[in-house]
């Protein structure tokens, strides 16, 4: 595609409900990032895969939360029984492979609310 | 560990007068810099980044960047602002010592009022 899609863009749930988010990279790119951005915060670093290497899971917050990528394209992260303090806009970026100086394409996001 | 740091929540200016947005960081290995926009309701964009070489970097929009080594900063600037400059800005560091993630700043807001 011609940018990195994210979906949903909106989500809403209730807490300890199980939540999938889905994002597909730019066609081409061996990289994708997960961020979480949370109201008048930072982007905050969740978990990186390049290729058919091992992802690098050390910004994950707790075991709540897991991302697979499979066939080296579409990646979705997964929440476990929700707490709103999970509530936040979940970025997906991809770049073209994993070297430190390529530029990230970032999604829209999928705003996560939970009540 | 890697970190990086924007000290201005916003930062306010008048259209036509320079601007400035501080970036200072940490790492422990050779840095890679980056800025990113982020306009309401759109996704982060790339601005410019340092690699090496020039000090002075230019990017998108009329926007630079100087790299300074010793004061480790990433100020981004420029000359004339524009209302539409006005978003959310994120200076970004990678780190060739430390990993794969790359670590943002918090932000800073600018608002440029005509």
């Known amino acids: 595609g011609a940018g990195v899609s994210q979906s949903p863009s909106n989500k809403v749930t209730e807490k300890g409900k199980d939540v999938e988010l889905r994002c597909d990279p730019i066609?081409?790119?061996?990289?994708l990032y997960w961020y979480r951005q949370s109201l008048g915060q930072g982007l905050e670093f969740l978990i990186y895969f390049q290729g058919n290497s091992a992802p690098d899971k050390s910004g994950l917050p707790s075991d709540r939360f897991s991302a697979e990528r499979t066939g080296g394209s579409v990646s979705t992260l997964t929440i476990q029984r929700t707490q709103q303090e999970d509530s936040a806009v979940y970025l997906c970026a991809s770049s073209l492979d994993g070297r430190w100086e390529n530029i990230q394409y970032f999604g829209a996001g999928t705003r996560l609310s939970v009540l | 560990a890697q970190s990086v740091a924007q000290p201005e929540d916003q930062v306010n200016v008048a259209e036509g007068n320079p601007l400035t947005v501080k970036c200072t960081y940490s790492?422990?290995?050779?840095?890679?810099l980056f800025w990113y926009v982020q306009y309401p309701n759109r996704g982060l964009q790339f601005l410019l980044k340092y690699i090496t070489g020039d000090n002075l970097v230019k990017g998108s929009y009329g926007f630079e960047a100087e790299f300074n080594k010793s004061q480790t900063s990433f100020h981004l600037k420029k000359p004339s602002a524009l209302v539409s400059d006005s978003a959310l800005y994120f200076c970004?560091?990678?780190?060739?010592?430390?990993?794969?993630?790359?670590?943002f700043g918090a932000g800073t807001r600018l608002f440029v009022k005509a």
């Open positions: 790492v422990s290995g050779n840095p890679y």
């Open positions: 970004a560091v990678r780190d060739d010592g430390g990993g794969f993630k790359t670590i």
């Open positions: 066609s081409g790119h061996t990289a």
